[in-house]
């Protein structure tokens, strides 16, 4: 496995609550344009699966396919091996997208501090993330901390992560990490700065354990200048 695609051997990790992915709302033409393609690659995708893989295991036609041979009689076993070349990469591609998807849904998230920034994992591996240049500042909030978000919004323990660059949920800021999306979770919350020269929105990780010292000295230790004072 590349070394980018799990936190640095010096990375400190600490599970997070589980929250639902946040939604992001589309325009009028997105939804024009988006459902249907996604509708009918998903029926390609399913279908075409289906319909090659019963053609190469039973023989007989299948709807939508030719067979070469007799119409009555098993199709020559040339065609069923090439029904077979052709399912096989669609089910492959089939079982990773379900087990993608499975993996987000039932694996606990993780934040991981190493040298080279915050990062958000799932499944042990990196899934979004900022390296610490595009970090403007990281407030840790213990259990009944002081923190400018609302007691609605968000409850401590938590770590909020303001970025340099202002949060705008259509353009995630870019990362070294090509498989890494910029964005750091699904949490973004807009609340008074907690500092001068920070933006109100910030990234918000809500913490599974109210145990902040091992991330504490991780911050201090690969950029003490970006903590905020407690």
């Known amino acids: ?22 939604k992001v709302r589309l325009g009028g033409l997105e939804l024009l344009l988006g459902v249907p393609l996604m509708v009918f690659a998903a029926v390609v995708l399913v279908g075409g699966t289906f319909y090659l893989l019963v053609y190469a295991i039973s023989g007989p036609s299948v709807p939508g396919l030719i067979n ?4 009555e009689g098993p199709a020559p076993v040339g065609e069923r091996l090439q029904a077979a070349a052709y399912g096989v990469p669609f089910l492959a591609i089939l079982a990773y997208l379900t087990w993608r998807a499975a993996r987000a849904r039932l694996s606990t998230p993780k934040v991981a501090i190493d040298s080279r920034g915050v990062w ?12 610490w240049a595009q970090i403007a500042a990281v407030n840790l909030v213990g259990p009944g901390g002081a923190t400018t978000i609302p007691p609605t919004a ?3 323990p938590l770590v ?16 070294s990490l090509p498989h890494a999306e ?3 979770g699904g ?20 913490l599974a354990t109210p145990a902040l010292d091992d991330l504490a000295t991780a911050i201090d230790h690969f950029a003490a200048h970006r903590r905020l004072p407690q």
């Open 68 to 71: 070469q041979g007799d119409a």
């Open 182 to 184: 910029g964005h750091l």
């Open 187 to 206: 949490r973004v919350i807009d609340a008074p700065p907690a500092a001068p020269g920070l933006t109100g929105k910030r990234y918000v990780l809500e």
């Open 120 to 131: 958000l994992l799932i499944g042990g591996r990196i899934a979004q993330g900022l390296e």
């Open 154 to 156: 968000a409850v401590p």
């Open 160 to 175: 909020e992560v303001f970025p340099v660059e202002r949060i705008r949920d259509r353009k995630p800021p870019k990362s």
């Open 1 to 22: 496995m590349s070394e980018q695609t799990r936190p640095g051997a010096d990375a400190v990790v600490a599970d997070l609550e589980r929250r639902p992915p946040r």
